[in-house]
T-cell receptor, first 110, second 110 residues
Framework: GIQVEQSPPDLILQEGANSTLRCNFSDSVNNLQWFHQNPWGQLINLFY???GTKQNGRLSATTVATERYSLLYISSSQTTDSGVYFCAVERMDSSYKLIFGSGTRLLVRP | NAGVTQTPKFQVLKTGQSMTLQCAQD?????MYWYRQDPGMGLRLIYYSASEGTTDKGEVPNGYNVSRLNKREFSLRLESAAPSQTSVYFC?????????FGPGTRLTVL
């Protein structure tokens, strides 16, 4: 099956710093999404980005489908950005069955 | 508009006991999903329902059954709980490439 690898597994930042999270996937995909799980466990959709670049405030994401990777950029990080960031992909032959990576755990210190 | 709701929030079972996790959505979406999240891992799909009256297996369906009771409700049943089913269970309902997650049920099987 398709493999989804995220790096780094853990990241500690000082408030105000920038960071880049990476997601590599092993096969062609229909769909790629980024999610944030806050420290209370709630999961929030950040981006639907099977290809190209999108921006939403301090967050932006880029997917290069031909090279099978996606990047999530966090600029001017805030303590509220803490939590786990997941990348998830849907195989080409799948009907919206998302395969999740194991996540990047981010801690932003004040 | 509550989005996706799940009950209960917490549950402790003994090995061999049965229980049903309830999920409801008030967004009039067709699809609903059940995931489990184990410590340090991403979510894994247990079962999904693309529309009322249909259900399909995901990555890890063994030991579970589901019922799509109507368009709003999708329940997950553990007939004979095992310690390996200790996990956090999330219900989700996607629409237009955005996933809406419930708050989760934390289940411990002793």
């Amino acid at each position: 099956g398709i493999q989804v690898e995220q790096s780094p597994p853990d990241l500690i930042l000082q408030e105000g710093a920038n960071s880049t999270l990476r997601c590599n996937f092993s096969d062609s995909v229909n769909n790629l999404q980024w999610f944030h799980q806050n420290p209370w466990g709630q999961l929030i959709n950040l981006f639907y980005i099977p290809s190209g670049t999108k921006q939403n405030g301090r967050l932006s994401a880029t997917t290069v489908a031909t090279e099978r990777y996606s990047l999530l950029y966090i600029s001017s990080s805030q303590t509220t950005d803490s939590g786990v960031y997941f990348c998830a992909v849907e195989r080409m032959d799948s009907s919206y069955k998302l395969i999740f990576g194991s996540g990047t755990r981010l801690l932003v210190r004040p | 508009n509550a989005g996706v709701t799940q009950t209960p929030k917490f549950q402790v079972l003994k090995t061999g006991q049965s229980m049903t996790l309830q999920c409801a959505q008030d967004m009039n979406h067709n699809s609903m999903y059940w995931y489990r999240q184990d410590p340090g891992m991403g979510l894994r799909l247990i079962y999904y329902s693309a529309s009322e009256g249909t259900t399909d297996k995901g990555e890890v369906p063994n030991g579970y059954n589901v019922s799509r009771l109507n368009k709003r409700e999708f329940s997950l049943r553990l007939e004979s709980a095992a310690p390996s089913q200790t996990s956090v269970y999330f219900c989700a309902s996607p629409q237009y490439n955005e996933q809406f997650f419930g708050p989760g049920t934390r289940l411990t099987v002793l």
